[in-house]
């Protein structure tokens, strides 16, 4: 099975910050690689996929990058709506599986 | 417009099995895959199964092996999971969600339902 793992676990910001959040994946997942934020009491929402390509909607502060096992997500300036937790997830071949979240708070 | 709606969760006890149903609104359903992920109370994500288009692919995580099983009707536009010999630590919000059609969409998940809480206590 493909580990994800993220990092930082919590994450401090002031509005207008650039943020960045690194996931790796125990084994090459090639660009199989998506990001979604979630906000308490919702559900996931897509913001990139194939690592670096934004979903339709998506505010252009968001950027992903990366290939193999090394990615990260980067709000090059964040807005309050922005605080939340973020989840990167790989879904090459059969499985699925997600990291374990990076929520970004308000310093 | 896609929508999913899932509905069947309930308090059961440990032992006890529980069927989730998840509706879907518009034209793709039969083309995509579908997968189920779960979330916890206080927890990450953590995807449980997957289906693909004609059902005869079925992929689940570790820990529910042999005891949950995933099925899809394209006819309904319906997404299920079958939940059996249910322990304490399934407890969590079941969400189910679009997958890819392929390789070329590849946007995985870019449809959620709102999800619905199985709670496993005696």
């Known amino acids: 099975d493909i580990q994800m793992t993220q990092s930082p676990s919590t994450l401090s910001a002031s509005a207008g910050d650039r943020v960045t959040i690194t996931c790796r994946a125990s084994?090459?997942?090639?660009?199989?690689l998506a990001w979604y934020q979630q906000k308490p009491g919702e559900a996931p929402n897509l913001l990139i996929y194939k690592a670096s390509i934004l979903e339709s909607g998506v505010p252009s502060r968001f950027s992903g990058s990366g290939s193999g096992t090394e990615f990260t997500l980067t709000i090059s300036s964040v807005q309050p709506d922005d605080f939340a937790t973020y989840y990167c997830q790989h879904y090459s071949g059969r499985f699925r599986s997600f990291g374990q979240g990076t929520k970004v708070e308000i310093k | 417009e896609v929508q999913l709606v899932e509905s069947g969760g309930a308090l059961v006890q440990p032992g006890g099995s529980l069927r989730l149903s998840c509706a879907a609104s518009g034209s793709s359903f039969s083309s995509h895959q579908m997968s189920w992920v779960r979330q916890a109370p206080g927890k990450g994500l953590e995807w449980v199964a997957k289906i693909i288009q004609d059902g005869s692919e079925k992929s689940y995580v570790d820990s529910v092996k042999g005891r949950f099983t995933i099925s899809r009707d394209n006819a309904k536009n319906s997404l299920y999971l079958q939940m059996n010999s249910l322990r304490v630590e399934d407890t969590a919000v079941y969400y189910c969600?679009?997958?890819?059609?392929?390789?070329?969409?590849?946007?995985?998940?870019?449809?959620w339902g709102k999800g619905t809480l199985v709670t496993v206590s005696s």
């Open positions: 969600a679009r997958d890819w059609r392929d390789m070329t969409s590849g946007r995985p998940f870019d449809y």
């Open positions: 084994q090459n997942v090639d660009i199989w």
